[in-house]
């Protein structure tokens, strides 16, 4: 065995992908060592972890149901509610890493500074504390939604101003004109959050969003499509067009509330799931607005030609893809889709591996632990990866089908077919053999 053989693979980060990594490379008889800037596992599902990185907020729920969102050998326990709040989802990692006895393989309150390729093959991995060390692959699972990514409107803002990242509470809002941009997730959540003790809740979108239920008919959104997609074998468009129409039915058309319907078809967007934000519409506790045109002192011009008062505003615009430790020049992720061999392997860059990086329509959780037990197969060369040139035309192929299928903006880089690309890995494994 050569001495780079020898060295263990290092882990960064003990969020739900460092976790999941942890546990399929000790299932593989991997040797490695983790390193985590908080003092405990979790990453963005521990509410105010002391990392400084979550975006959790105190109403957080996960939109994932409970039946979608477990391992396989770890499924979350039927006492659970179907949509877990952020508790309740650190709760299931903590018994995952207990089960497993996976937190004696981190370092916590351990930052890695600095990550760099050597001449041998080895990265060498320089710790906040100054230790240096080297590895012979490297698991990146820093998690890619705690570096905001801040929206520019032309005028000046007199209000307070924040992203999403930094929104805990609504308790700062009470009594205010508060205005929430952007129409994803977070941007719904907080919007209803808010609106119920603010004086007036605005939610501006550029595009708007086909917003569906968490509940049709007494189900969970995600059975429905989970129903169509593996019971009847529809591919995800036609899955993602026959929970519209369901929703619909369920829920009536959502412009008669004022949400204006999108231009882009359902399955071309990343999905956005309120139970509430409909309704609170139609009590006038949210009043939907263009794009911003204008930021005035104290008001807000929109696109419409209507201009508001307002005190502050909460950018739910998304994040942005970062690796601090990283020199850009070795790997960046920029707009547009990243270069990664199966969303997880530059090809440049043997033994550098990046699980979690991965947007799906449905639970980012489980389809991590399947990236695991692939990365676990290359690192316990159970596995073989294909030349360079084969990883290169995978990449482009997929880049081109994610510019072809998904609205084109930034928010879009890292998203996937949870189905399809879930079968490919698994297939891989099975055959002992990565290809295109
Ligand atoms: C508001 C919100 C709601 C979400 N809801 C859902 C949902 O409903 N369903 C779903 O499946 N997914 C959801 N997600 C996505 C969520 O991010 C994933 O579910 C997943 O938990 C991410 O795990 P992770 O381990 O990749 O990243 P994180 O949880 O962010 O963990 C990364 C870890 O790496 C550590 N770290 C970072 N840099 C370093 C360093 N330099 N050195 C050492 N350690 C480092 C951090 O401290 C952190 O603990 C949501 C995300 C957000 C922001
Ligand atoms: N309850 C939950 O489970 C929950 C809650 C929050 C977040 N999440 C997940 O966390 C991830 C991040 O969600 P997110 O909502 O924070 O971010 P996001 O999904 O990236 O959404 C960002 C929103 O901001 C808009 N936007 C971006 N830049 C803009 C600009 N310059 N001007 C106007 N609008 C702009 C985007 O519009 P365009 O579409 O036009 O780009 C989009 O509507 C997602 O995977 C989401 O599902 C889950």
Known sequence: MSELDSLPVCIIGAGSSGMAAAKALDARGVGFEGFEIGSDI???????????????????HIDTSRGNLGYPDHPIPENYPDFLSHEEVLE????????FDLKRHFHFNCKVDRLAPEADGAWRVQLANGDVRRFR????????????????FPGRFDGEQLHAHHYRTAAPFAGKNVLVVG??????????????????????????????????????????SGFFARKLHLPTPVS??????????????????????PQHAIWREHATLSQELLPYCGHGWIRMKPNVRELQGAQVAFEDGSVESVDAIILATGYRTSFPFLDPELFQVTEDVPALYRRMAPPQLPGLFFPGLVQPVGATIPLVEVQSRWLAAVLSSAM?????????????????????????????????????YARQLVSDIRRGEASI
């Not at 299931?92 to 089960?99: G, N, P």
């Not at 073989?384 to 089908?401: F, K, S, V």
């Open 42 to 60: 979790g990453g963005m599902w521990r509410y105010q972890n002391d990392n400084g990185l979550s975006s959790a907020y105190r109403s957080l």
């Open 92 to 99: 299931w990692l903590e018994s995952y890493a207990q089960r």
């Open 137 to 152: 692959a490297v698991v990146v699972a820093n998690g890619h939604l705690w570096d905001p990514r801040l929206a520019s």
């Open 183 to 224: 129409i994803g997730n977070s941007a719904v959540d907080i919007a209803v959050d808010v609106c119920k003790s603010a004086r007036r809740t605005f939610l501006s979108t550029r595009r708007s969003a086909w917003v569906m239920p968490k509940y049709i008919m007494g189900i969970p959104v995600d059975r429905w």
């Open 240 to 261: 993602r067009t026959l929970v519209r129409w369901l929703a619909y039915l369920a829920v009536g058309d959502q412009q008669r509330f004022g949400v204006p319907r």
């Open 384 to 420: 073989h990866l294909p030349a360079t040139g084969t990883m290169a035309r995978e990449i482009d192929r997929h880049a081109n089908a994610v510019r072809r299928r998904y609205v084109g903006t930034a928010r879009y880089a890292l998203e996937v077919d949870a189905r399809s």
